[in-house]
């Protein structure tokens, strides 16, 4: 269930001076993977931005579950611009609208799915970005598709990573189903920019945070969250040594819709907070220390419980930054 923080936060995304919401007015957007935390923030954003400046800007939703949709998506204020498409990335329904702008962020999350169930996680990255891809094509649609910054593998410890450079990731791990399906996609993205001349752009998003969590995501910063929630502490199963950047989701939105009309086709941005660059272990102390509460060890073995191996991943941001995009300094749960 969504609260009122969420509400609050969606808000604010309405006024992020970046977003050029001149583009979108009249303009319908496509989204897959529209009740997770990044689809759902931008549906909400875009529905106070609707009823603000009275933009008209149509969403069309592709959802697993209609009943969830519905539930998920019951304080929006212009329902009437928000259209709900039930099925999946592998087999859209036929669409009659026009559709002006997707964005593609249909995903496996959970990183133990990525070993239990290694075959569907690569399936619909794979075969569910080309169908989204040839809805592109066929509507003459932009798109930009979210992947992630586990694309670049293992770098070393200090380097700061730009687009040009990707990681080696064995196919033999069967966690890197993850990350290499994002490649593939990353790579068909490239392919009917190049060859079709689709306008596609691809972004790397760090680890997005923000109060739109579900109450069922296993991710260690929602478990986090739980934690100060419930007045308990923090149990980490890891040493917690891996470092990374974090994005606030009202900072992916606006750096979807600056990407989507700005963003040069077949290319490749990263989206972080830089700010936020830090280790599992200094996240959950300073989020512990705020909050009253401690960091506890339980270390467990990671292979087994699909925890992904020690990364350091350092985003360089600057070919966002260069389309005007700027974080809008809402990791506060990390300062």
């Known amino acids: 269930m969504l609260n009122q923080s969420f509400l609050s936060d969606v808000r604010e995304i309405e006024g992020i001076a970046c977003i050029p919401w001149d583009k979108y007015r009249k303009k319908t957007i496509f989204v897959t993977g529209g009740t997770g935390l990044i689809g759902t923030t931008l549906i909400y954003g875009v529905d106070y931005a609707n009823n603000v400046r009275d933009l008209e800007i149509k969403i069309i939703a592709l959802v697993r579950d209609l009943e969830k ?59 569910g970005t080309t169908q989204v891809l040839d809805l592109a094509k066929k509507k003459g649609a932009k798109l930009v ?69 579900s109450e069922k995501d296993k991710r260690v910063f929602a478990y986090f969250s739980e934690c100060v929630r419930d007045g308990k502490n923090i149990v980490l199963k890891t040493r917690g040594e891996a470092e990374r950047c974090y994005l606030h989701a009202n900072d992916a939105v606006s750096a979807i819709l600056v990407c989507l009309v700005k963003g040069a086709a077949g290319h490749a941005y990263n989206a972080a907070d830089e700010e936020t660059y830090c280790s599992i272990a200094e996240m959950a ?51």
């Not at 002006?100 to 249909?106: L, P, S, Y």
């Not at 292979?303 to 990791?331: C, H, I, M, S």
Request: with cysteine; aromatic share 10%.
């Open 69 to 127: 949709a519905k539930e998920r998506f019951q304080y929006l204020l212009k329902k009437d611009m928000v259209q709900f498409v039930v099925g999946n990335v592998e087999n859209i329904p036929e669409i009659e609208d026009p559709i002006d702008f997707i964005v593609h962020g249909a995903s496996q999350t959970a990183s133990k799915e990525f070993i239990n169930h290694a075959v569907e996680t690569i399936r619909t990255s794979v075969f």
């Open 145 to 213: 598709y979210l992947s992630s910054m586990e694309v670049y593998g293992f770098p070393e410890k200090g380097h700061k990573l730009i687009e040009s450079e990707i990681g080696a990731l064995s196919p033999l791990d069967l966690r890197n189903s993850y990350p290499l399906g994002k490649i593939m996609s990353e790579s068909l993205c490239c392919a009917y920019a190049k060859e079709y001349g689709v306008d596609t752009k691809i972004i790397r998003l760090a680890q997005t945070i923000g109060a739109g969590i």
């Open 285 to 335: 102390q300073k989020i512990a220390s705020a909050n009253g509460i401690k960091v506890e060890y339980d270390l467990q073995d990671e292979k087994a419980n699909g925890f992904p191996k020690t990364v350091y991943l350092k985003l360089d941001t600057n070919a966002l930054k260069e389309l005007g995009w700027q974080p809008n300094g809402r990791t506060q749960y990390l300062q």
